[in-house]
């Protein structure tokens, strides 16, 4: 959705109200172009979260490539001692 900076100064709360029912983002135009993109604070959330497991698939990746890695054995030992630290 495009709307213009005098539009959202004039009509924000609708606006806000529209994009948090819709997930879609708006698009903010100043003079015709793009100038900034707003999105609920869900979607921004769920955006983040994709971020951070993109960066930890990218840093596995990379220590595939420099063979810092774990046997199925080590993972699961680690994995027992964090899930006996929360019981």
């Given amino acids: 959705m495009l709307r213009s900076i005098s539009e959202l100064r004039k009509e924000a709360a609708g606006i806000v109200k529209n994009m948090a029912l819709s ?11 793009a ?3 707003m999105v609920s ?3 921004y959330e ?8 993109l ?11 420099a063979g810092a890695t774990h046997s199925m054995e080590e993972v699961f030992e680690e994995a027992d001692r964090i899930l006996d630290s929360y019981r």
């Fill in 35 to 37: 100038a900034a993109v």
């Fill in 46 to 53: 769920r955006s983040q979260r994709e971020l951070e497991i």
């Fill in 23 to 33: 997930s879609d983002p708006v698009v903010i135009t100043q003079r015709g172009r």
């Fill in 55 to 65: 960066k930890i698939l990218i840093q596995g990746e990379k220590d595939i490539v």
């Fill in 41 to 43: 604070a869900a979607s």
